[in-house]
């Protein structure tokens, strides 16, 4: 039972473009959700995250959205730049009063065109 | 201020053996968490500790198991070694255990197991 997918493997977007990564959940338990970078040979970098009573956190280049009702979330990155073509990954922790254990989406491969 | 470290970067060993993979986080962080990483089942929840007390444990056999010393460095031990415990072993820290503290992985150990 997948309860975070990322239903896109892979994605490839033209430099200076806007990259947009999306994220689906199942499990309404969830109020904390987070993106994750990775390069090969290398463990994932934490990029941005959101609270659930947020449907919105920027960070320079990065804006995650957050759509509670569809239980969906996305990322993007303006302007995209080759530097972020790696393999992201949403996560997702909660709730209240539970240990914590990220439960991680399959990843999405970005690439970013010269 | 250094990341988490795991050692060693790389492991062969043989079915029925036992491992033991080793984790320093970044200093200050209390928390520490460990995943598998399989091309088959992407990132999945090992155990968490915390103030050298185990937090949570993910479902995985008892041929799984971990500890943190009290200086925070951690590790956890796989007996009797299967060839489905091939994988890329993450490790990550943080500063609580709280779900609003992101977790700050390390490169991994990558056990493979012949």
């Known amino acids: 039972d997948q309860q975070v997918k990322q239903n896109s493997p892979s994605l490839s977007v033209q430099e200076g473009r806007i990259s947009i990564l999306n994220c689906d959940y199942t499990?309404?338990?969830?109020?904390?959700f987070l993106w994750y970078k990775k390069y090969p040979a290398e463990g994932p970098t934490f990029l941005i995250s959101?609270?659930?009573?947020?449907d919105k956190n920027e960070d320079g280049r990065f804006t995650v959205f957050l759509n509670k009702s569809a239980k969906h979330l996305s990322l993007h990155i303006v302007p995209s730049q080759p530097g972020d073509s790696a393999v992201y990954f949403c996560?997702?922790?909660?709730?209240?009063?539970?240990?914590?254990?990220?439960?991680f989406g399959s990843g999405t491969q970005l690439t970013v065109l010269p | 201020k250094a990341g988490v470290t795991q050692t060693p970067r790389y492991l062969i060993k043989t079915r029925g053996q036992q491992v033991t993979l080793s984790c320093s986080p970044i200093?200050?962080?209390?928390?520490v968490s460990w995943y598998q990483q399989t091309p088959g089942q992407g990132l999945q929840f090992l155990f968490e500790?915390?103030?050298?007390?185990?937090?949570n444990k993910g479902n995985f056999p008892g041929r799984f198991s971990g500890r943190q010393f009290s200086n925070s460095r951690s590790e956890m031990n796989v007996s009797t070694l299967e060839l489905g415990d091939s994988a890329l072993y993450l490790c990550?820290?943080?500063?609580?255990?709280?779900?609003?503290?992101?977790?700050?992985f390390g490169n991994g150990t990558r056990l493979t197991v012949t």
């Open positions: 500790y915390f103030s050298e007390t185990q937090r």
């Open positions: 959101i609270s659930s009573i947020k």
């Open positions: 990550a820290s943080s500063p609580s255990d709280r779900h609003n503290s992101p977790l700050h």
């Open positions: 200093s200050g962080h209390r928390s």
């Open positions: 499990n309404s338990m969830f109020d904390y």
């Open positions: 996560a997702a922790s909660g709730g209240s009063g539970s240990a914590r254990q990220l439960t």
